[in-house]
């Protein structure tokens, strides 16, 4: 293969990196919760409930915004279903994943597990089958100072001091029919407006995520974002987009040039929502929030979100391979490309449902997804540079022409961090990063996913298939890094500088 060379100038900067880009999901459905963050049964448990293996893990990955309970349950949930003594919380029927819901971890719950893994709480609010009053008391809840209704219900279960959740989300995927109290795009526009200034005269310092399209095949789509954008207004700060991915016709160099179409997905969202200011001349500015990403197609089907009337079952345990691992790193490469637009993400979800760790029983197994999302997430400080791709390619089938090698990179203090992906199957390939103004001084540290074949996988029986390895053999020579990449692999290269920017 030719070789790549990328380019990199320490002026071309496209805008800082919001950590919040490197937020997880956590719903109720499956074992997610149950048998997933939360075990009273599991000789991992810690006093409280959470699963001390599976809480480890998931510090490594160290998530910033988590965002809670839903996904389709939000549209069904009544928090107050899930605070006071457990004892007392009822049981009911969930309808968006057919189970049963204990609701014995709720607000309170999440809260102390986000406090303890330091994560930023997102909530969504019920805008399917509930008011714009509830989700206003809620906000009061979590956020009210002692002395009202729902802050004085919030001391009474054990906090004085309020929760301070800053983000909120305005319902999920109100545009899918498959959504409790689904509706047409003016009606939940009317929903969300009503909830929004509500939510915002309890606390004004929130910020709020208005649901857009949940789908880009949806024949809604853009048209519903449009609505929204238009009717809501300055009473909402981000909109929402979610994409699942996969490679059902098993064609692996087409799968791997996804990454096209959902830079397209962000573009064309960013240029509604432009389109939405200026036509209604408001100074404010959205901003995306991604908040439902991840590769989900071998379980995206009725029987696999069904629980039969149970609870915590094994619904959409997706099992992911290496070239899944690829295409999660392409989705934070574009995420890294698109940091002036994109400034919350969520990957969907973390634990047992469609999530980088399995639990089974109390082993814990760390799927393909993960290392490449631990290389990322150690090296997410800075500015996002605008990397020049020069290099061979090839014309994919559905999302036209990709580079072999897809790239971002983000400029820290003192360190320079290149992410590159090898999407060729069978060659090995050489890349040059020839940047300017950029001190290189030495390789910090290299790091390599990679596998024997697209669809190598970790197992309960073979947990280390893929792993992350040391990348060696990276020569530097003046302002010139070149880097030896085998197929099928991302690569996460730190350089340290000579001064400071
Ligand atoms: O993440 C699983 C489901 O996918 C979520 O509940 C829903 O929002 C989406 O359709």
């Given at each position: 293969?030719d ?18 880009i ?9 074992r ?16 409280q ?18 965002r ?9 949930y ?5 605070v ?29 597990l ?8 997102m ?31 919030r ?8 929760y ?9 995927e ?32 929130i ?32 909109i ?31 240029g509604?929502c ?15 929030a ?9 379980t ?34 574009s995420?890294i ?7 919350i ?15 089974r ?9 993960y290392?490449p ?26 999302y ?5 090698i ?12 290149a992410?590159?992906i ?11 990063i ?18 024997p ?28 890094a ?20």
């Amino acid at each position: 293969m030719d070789q790549t060379k990328i380019i990199l100038h320490r002026d071309y900067q496209i805008a800082p990196v919001d950590p919040r880009i490197f937020g997880g999901f956590l719903e109720h459905i499956g074992r997610a919760v149950y048998e997933g963050v939360y075990d009273h049964q599991s000789r991992h448990a810690d006093p409280q409930g959470f699963r001390k293996d599976v809480l480890r893990s998931l510090k490594d990955l160290d998530f910033t915004a988590m965002r809670y309970p839903g996904g389709n349950f939000a549209s069904g949930y009544h928090w107050l279903d899930g605070v006071g003594p457990r004892t007392s919380r009822p049981v009911v029927q969930e309808l968006a994943s057919l189970s049963i819901e204990p609701n014995q971890f709720g607000s309170d719950e999440f809260i102390q597990l986000a406090r303890k893994m330091n994560w930023t709480p997102m909530l969504t609010v019920n805008l399917g089958t509930g008011t714009p009053e509830e989700a206003r008391n809620w906000v009061e809840y979590c956020n009210g100072p002692a002395g009202t209704k729902y802050s004085n219900l919030r001391a009474g279960n054990g906090s004085a001091e309020p929760y301070e959740v800053k983000l909120w989300g305005l319902g999920n995927e109100m545009d899918g029919p498959w959504q409790q109290g689904h509706v047409p795009a003016d009606q939940y526009a009317i929903r969300a407006q009503q909830a929004a200034k509500l939510m915002k005269d309890v606390d004004p310092s929130i910020e709020l995520v208005l649901c857009g399209s949940a789908e880009i095949g949806l024949p809604t789509y853009m048209e519903w974002d449009r609505t929204v954008l238009e009717y809501v207004g300055d009473y909402a700060d981000y909109i929402s987009l979610h994409r699942y991915v996969g490679n059902p016709a098993g064609d692996t160099a087409d799968y791997l040039a996804v990454t096209n179409s959902i830079d397209q997905q962000i573009e064309v969202m960013d240029g509604l929502c432009r389109y939405a200011q200026a036509k209604t001349r408001s100074r404010k500015r959205y901003y995306l929030a991604f908040d439902e990403w991840n590769v989900w197609y071998r379980t995206q089907n009725a029987e696999s979100v069904n629980g039969h009337g149970k609870v915590a079952q094994h619904l959409v345990e997706e099992e992911y391979n290496l070239e899944d691992a690829l295409v999660v790193a392409g989705f934070l490469n574009s995420f890294i490309r698109h940091a002036d637009v994109v400034r919350i993400a969520n990957l969907a979800q973390i634990v047992n449902v469609i999530a980088p760790i399995l639990t089974r029983g109390d082993q814990i197994l760390l799927q393909s997804i993960y290392y490449p999302l631990a290389l990322y997430t150690h090296r997410r400080e800075g500015v996002a540079l605008q990397a020049v791709v020069r290099g061979p390619g090839y014309e994919s089938k559905n999302y036209g022409f990709v580079h072999t090698i897809d790239a971002s990179a983000i400029l820290g203090k003192d360190v320079l961090h290149a992410f590159l992906i090898n999407r060729s199957s069978t060659e090995s390939a050489s890349v040059e990063i020839a940047q300017a103004g950029i001190p290189l001084k030495s390789v910090q540290s290299a790091e390599l996913v990679t596998g024997p074949s697209a669809a190598a996988c970790n197992t309960f029986d073979r947990p280390d298939v893929i792993h992350t390895q040391k990348l060696n053999n990276i020569q530097l020579t003046g302002q010139t890094a070149t880097i030896q990449l085998p197929p099928l692999c991302v690569a996460a290269i730190s350089f340290t500088m000579d001064d400071k920017v």
